[in-house]
């Protein structure tokens, strides 16, 4: 198992395959349609996706974490 405190970095490196790979794929539907390509497609569209959306996340969830903690009532 991977210690706990990765957690942070495990978190980003799932919600960023995750989030990466649904928008990709939306993004490659709408651009290409369910052609024969689609799968191929939506894979090269993904990876490079996720290459820039890992350490987008690991940069922007704490700014995010601050934006919410102000926002929200403890």
């Known amino acids: 198992?991977?210690?706990p405190r990765f957690?942070?970095?495990?978190?980003g490196f799932v919600l960023s395959a995750?989030?990466?790979f649904l928008v990709s794929g939306i993004a490659t539907f709408r651009t290409a349609g369910l052609?024969?390509?689609?799968l191929s497609l939506w894979i090269g569209a993904w990876l490079p996706s996720w290459l820039v959306a890992?350490?987008?996340v690991l940069v922007v969830a704490p700014?995010?974490?601050?934006?919410?903690a102000s926002l929200v009532r403890v």
């Open 1 to 3: 198992m991977i210690s």
């Open 7 to 11: 957690a942070p970095v495990v978190f």
């Open 18 to 20: 995750m989030m990466s």
């Open 35 to 38: 052609s024969d390509t689609f």
């Open 54 to 56: 890992f350490p987008v």
């Open 63 to 68: 700014v995010a974490r601050k934006a919410v």
